[in-house]
């Protein structure tokens, strides 16, 4: 394994499916070994490379990253802004690492390298706005304003040009509805956004010599003419080849009666089988509980789809002989080869209630009793932000 860079490292500025804001969907990803103190150090050196630094989405951004910094290395769960505004910390549930599965996933707290206290010393706007200008490019799942706003709101701290990739509708929505001269300065004509379309199931781009990136389409909710797609990045690493895969709100292809999803499990099932896929990152935006949220996931539908890539797995494997049975069969419930057993799972986007009790408590229960139920030995960890998981 090479040495100068093992192991993804997913940094979670924001995960909340909203009403709140500055918290909702933005994620960075960098190489483990490589701390944001010595990624943002290097910036004066080596002005224009391209550092091994990249956003997932952009619902939160210099607001988010300010306050993780100042946070710092704290291990008290009522730092955390997302268990803080709820109330039930006197519960079980106290511990922020009642919602990690640490089973293969390390977690950390990458943030408190850059503060003041650290020896990089800097005060946090000014750690924020350095590791924001160290990205080097921008995936975008979806053109909708919790996975974008940091994007739009945070531009005139841009001190070089952003490439920004997504797939085709959502570059169009991109250029037409926000850096359009009115709802935003076209910073596109003004050469500080450059948009990259890629394209479903073909194009494969490389980003900052460490990642090949692929897009696929996922459905979510309804709109005037067809269904509003979202996406999955599959990112791979050149070296190792190790890969993760990162959805943006969807929703499963029982609601949607859609197959994105199916040619999503069937194209990583070989990946999976091979041991070269073990992290998923996914929605799961609120418990089962009548009526669903429109073009979202739930604990039900999720398991519905982890079934689905079960399935793929074995019919890969076992060259498609247990085609005939149902994803929930029990011939996968009672199999000793548990192609997803120790597969990470990392849930994102719960949408925030009014209530004491935090919705995420709730979610990981559900999740975790369908697991047992179809014995899927699935590690399931609820996304918080300020952390990073190593994976
Ligand atoms: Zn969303
Ligand atoms: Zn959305």
Same mark, same amino acid.
């Given at each position: 394994?090479?040495? $100068?860079?093992?192991?993804?490292?997913?940094?979670?500025?924001?995960?909340?499916?909203?009403?709140?804001?500055?918290?909702?969907?933005?994620?960075?990803?960098?190489?483990? $070994?490589?701390?944001?103190?010595?990624?943002?150090?290097?910036?004066?050196?080596?002005?224009?490379?391209?550092?091994?630094?990249?956003?997932?989405?952009?619902?939160?951004?210099?607001?988010?990253?300010?306050?993780?910094?100042?946070?710092?290395?704290?291990? $008290?769960?009522?730092?955390?802004?997302?268990?803080?505004?709820?109330?039930?910390?006197?519960?079980?549930?106290?511990?922020?690492?009642?919602?990690?599965n640490t089973g293969n996933l390390e977690v950390s707290h990458p943030f408190a390298c850059v503060g003041s206290k650290s020896s990089v010393s800097l005060a946090p706007l000014e750690a924020s706005w350095k590791i924001i200008n160290s990205i080097t490019a921008y995936l975008i799942t979806h053109p909708h304003l919790d996975h974008l706003s940091g994007l739009v709101i945070n531009s005139p701290s841009f001190e070089d040009s952003k490439d920004v990739y997504g797939l085709p509708q959502t570059m169009n929505t991109i250029r037409s509805s926000l850096f359009n001269g009115h709802v935003w300065p076209d910073l596109i004509s003004e050469g500080l956004i450059n948009l990259h379309e890629i394209s479903p199931y073909i194009d494969e781009h490389s980003m900052c010599d460490f990642y090949n990136v692929e897009c696929f389409p996922v459905a979510h909710g309804d709109i005037q003419n067809g269904r509003f797609l979202s996406s999955a990045f599959l990112i791979t690493d050149k070296l190792t080849q190790d890969s993760i895969i990162i959805f943006g709100d969807l929703e499963s292809d029982y609601s949607s009666s859609k197959d994105y $999803?199916?040619?999503?499990?069937?194209?990583?099932?070989?990946?999976?089988?091979?041991?070269?896929l073990n992290t998923i990152i996914i929605e799961c935006s609120t418990i089962d509980k009548p009526p669903p949220l429109y073009g979202h996931m739930t604990p039900t539908s999720l398991i519905r789809e982890l079934l689905a890539l079960r399935k793929y797995c074995f019919d890969k494997k076992f060259l498609q002989k247990t085609i005939s049975h149902s994803a929930e069969s029990v011939v996968y419930i009672q199999s000793e080869f548990q192609p997803l057993k120790a597969m990470n799972v990392i849930v994102t986007h719960v949408k925030e209630v009014p209530a004491a009790v935090n919705p995420r408590t709730l979610i990981f229960r559900q999740l975790n009793d369908l697991n047992c139920k179809y014995a899927l030995g699935i590690n399931f960890t609820i996304a918080l932000p300020g952390l990073s998981y190593i994976l």
């Open positions: 394994m090479p040495t $100068n860079h093992k192991r993804f490292e997913l940094s979670i500025l924001g995960c909340s499916g909203g009403p709140i804001s500055s918290r909702t969907c933005a994620y960075l990803l960098k190489p483990a $070994n490589i701390s944001y103190s010595e990624i943002i150090l290097s910036i004066a050196e080596e002005r224009g490379a391209r550092k091994p630094l990249l956003a997932i989405d952009a619902g939160a951004g210099l607001t988010a990253i300010s306050e993780l910094v100042l946070e710092g290395d704290s291990k $008290n769960p009522k730092d955390n802004f997302i268990i803080s505004i709820y109330d039930d910390h006197q519960s079980q549930y106290e511990e922020f690492n009642f919602y990690q $999803n199916r040619k999503i499990w069937e194209l990583i099932s070989p990946l999976v089988l091979k041991d070269k």
